[in-house]
T-cell receptor, first 116, second 114 residues
Framework: EPEVTQTPSHQVTQMGQEVILRCVPI?????FYWYRQILGQKVEFLVS????????KSEIFDDQFSVERPDGSNFTLKIRSTKLEDSAMYFC??????????????FGEGSWLTVV | AQSVAQPEDQVNVAEGNPLTVKCTYS??????LFWYVQYPNRGLQFLLK??????LVKGSYGFEAEFNKSQTSFHLKKPSALVSDSALYFC????????????FGGGTRVLVKP
């Protein structure tokens, strides 16, 4: 089964530092997402990305966050000036053609970010 | 707005017994419903989905779920639970009218005892 891969699996960073989380979506997928899960809480939508631009974002996804697809395979989430409350598991996900009803969104294993 | 409720934080069941994990949803349009499972220290793994057609959908590992439009529910079931089914289960909904994002429920921890 095709997979979404994420790196790093775990990162510890000091408060105020910048972090980049990387994802390789499934190869023929066109729609990409970032979600996060704070420990013990529900999985929350951050942002979706299609055709090299953000298609939708949540209130959580403020100016501290940015996404980029720097080449044909990677999809990154950058968190600037990290705060303690940014500590969470960050999931990348992807889906194939947009607009096709019900296409499954596949998730990666997650990147666990700890801000100290 | 779309939302999902999983009323039980945890479900305990003995191995071999039937397992049910409850989910209700709210959307303004037609719902696309999904179940995902998260094993310890792992990502979200797709189990099954309802798009249209038969209300009973079958998925991976012997799981199935029944879509009930009148009750706005999509309960996950397995006739005979295994210890290895112990995990965190998430119900999710996507309303086509609300874009392509999934909205998740709070999750239900399933503990299957030998």
């Amino acid at each position: 089964e095709p997979e979404v891969t994420q790196t790093p699996s775990h990162q510890v960073t000091q408060m105020g530092q910048e972090v980049i989380l990387r994802c390789v979506p499934i190869s023929n997928h066109l729609y990409f997402y970032w979600y996060r899960q704070i420990l013990g809480q529900k999985v929350e939508f951050l942002v979706s990305f299609y055709n090299n631009e953000i298609s939708e974002k949540s209130e959580i996804f403020d100016d501290q966050f940015s996404v980029e697809r720097p080449d044909g395979s990677n999809f990154t989430l950058k968190i600037r000036s990290t705060k303690l409350e940014d500590s969470a598991m960050y999931f990348c996900a992807s889906k194939d053609q947009p607009g096709t009803a019900g296409n499954t969104i596949y998730f990666g294993e997650g990147s666990w970010l700890t801000v100290v | 707005a779309q939302s999902v409720a999983q009323p039980e934080d945890q479900v305990n069941v003995a191995e071999g017994n039937p397992l049910t994990v409850k989910c209700t949803y709210s959307v303004s349009g037609n719902p696309y419903l999904f179940w995902y499972v998260q094993y310890p220290n792992r990502g979200l793994q797709f189990l099954l989905k309802y798009i249209t057609g038969d209300n009973l959908v079958k998925g991976s590992y012997g799981f199935e779920a029944e879509f009930n439009k009148s009750q706005t529910s999509f309960h996950l079931k397995k006739p005979s639970a295994l210890v290895s089914d112990s995990a965190l289960y998430f119900c999710a909904v996507r309303d086509k009218a609300a874009g392509n994002k999934l909205t998740f429920g709070g999750g239900t921890r399933v503990l299957v005892k030998p």
